[in-house]
């Protein structure tokens, strides 16, 4: 008896490739992957036969799946080998991850990659022909040992093998930079140390990877951590928004606190006004100062961005004094004083600016915060 539900919630970009695709065709094979981890399945599978639980996933989601049967029999995986798996709504690689560690030796479990269009399950040793070359400049990065040692403090270093050999040190200076992907991407996988399907060199700042397409995605996930993580610029959306608490209310339901996305909803809201907008660029320690008019509106706004070397994370001194004239010649003045701590990539300034008495519509100064 067997059974299978799901819920599909995000879009889905398939996308064609070859098998050694170089410059925007690796992207095309990564927009693959990401949509496996944005894709969001709810499942029931009770006792199905393997071949069958992939077939409905590849249903579920839109994607095509497959099963290399024959290499996967070398790990003793068969088609006709029973799962279970009960999931609330999660992601499609969450899935997958799940499925595969239930079937095959402890040691030696299936995986999943992308290639030629298609998701593919596969054995370890089958993602090696799949593997893409693509060129990394690390050069802004080199030398940040604080942003090195924050990124390398918030994962597990994986101790490496060199099978007996003495493995060669990274090519400097971009030693840190190499040691770090390493030891946390695919850390078995590398050439210099023992494994079979990843390979890096370093040639004047630049990275030369030539990897499994989710390994590369995970090398830009570790790239952009590093460049987020200690800023060297930062460039801004600012806006005075007049925004009803009542549909104010359900937004903060729906989206977490401080959050990029939140703030988005805030302004594109069709009940929100927009009192004062500015784009602004500055750099952590260097202060910016604004006087500004904007129709009925002006303010004055001090911003004093600064990175917390101990936690990573940016924070914001905020300053402000606005001024809205109303239609009957009547001034509206608001100020605060705070400061307010930005610890991802994805956060946002989100305060309000307090009435002089009791309202029902919500000021907010909303600055969304890319870190570059």
């Known amino acids: 008896m067997h059974r299978l539900t799901a819920l599909v919630v995000a879009g889905l970009t398939c996308c064609l490739c070859t098998a050694a695709p170089a410059g925007d065709e690796i992207e ?70 799940d499925l595969l560690a239930r079937v095959g030796d402890e040691f030696n479990r299936p995986v999943w990659e992308v290639s030629e269009g298609r998701v593919v399950i596969t054995t370890a040793r089958g993602t090696e022909p799949m593997r893409m070359t693509d060129v990394y400049d690390v050069r802004d990065v080199l030398g940040d040992r604080l942003a090195l040692d924050l990124v390398r403090s918030r994962g597990p270093a994986v101790e490496q093998s ?41 040639r004047a700042g630049r990275l030369i990877v030539s990897a499994t397409p989710r390994t590369h995605l995970r090398i830009q996930q570790v790239l952009r ?30 989206h977490d606190a401080g959050t990029a996305s939140l703030a988005r909803a805030l302004v ?24 500004s008019q904007h129709g009925a509106t002006s303010l004055e706004l001090a ?16 300053r402000l004094r606005s001024t809205t004239v109303g239609a009957d010649g009547g001034d ?23 009435a002089s008495g009791r309202s029902d519509v919500r000021r907010l100064l909303v600055i969304e915060i890319e870190r570059r």
């Open 268 to 291: 594109d809201h069709a009940a929100a006004s927009s009192l004062w907008s500015s784009s602004l660029a500055g750099r952590p320690g260097e202060p910016i100062e604004i006087s």
């Open 332 to 354: 509206d003045t608001r100020s605060l004083t705070t400061s307010v701590h930005v610890p991802t990539r994805n956060g946002a300034v989100i305060v309000e600016l307090p």
């Open 162 to 202: 060199t099978d007996g050999t003495d493995a060669p040190e990274p090519l400097s200076p971009a030693g840190d930079v190499v040691r770090l992907i390493t030891d946390h991407v695919d850390a078995e996988g590398w050439v210099r140390y023992g494994g079979s399907r990843n390979r890096i060199d370093e």
């Open 225 to 254: 951590t590093l460049r987020w993580t200690n800023p060297r610029g930062l460039v801004m959306q600012a806006a005075i928004i007049d925004v009803p608490d009542a549909d104010a209310v359900p937004l903060e339901r729906m």
């Open 303 to 318: 911003l004093g961005p600064e990175f917390d070397q101990a936690t990573g994370e940016l924070v914001i001194d905020v």
């Open 28 to 97: 095309d094979v990564l927009d693959l992957a990401r949509a496996v981890e944005r894709t969001q399945l709810r499942i029931k599978i009770d006792d199905m036969p393997l071949a069958a639980a992939v077939d409905e996933l590849a249903v579920a989601s839109g994607l095509s799946i497959r099963a290399d049967w024959e290499l996967l029999r070398q790990i003793s995986v068969r088609p006709r080998d029973l799962v279970t798996l009960h999931s609330a709504e999660t992601s499609l690689a969450t899935v997958l991850a």
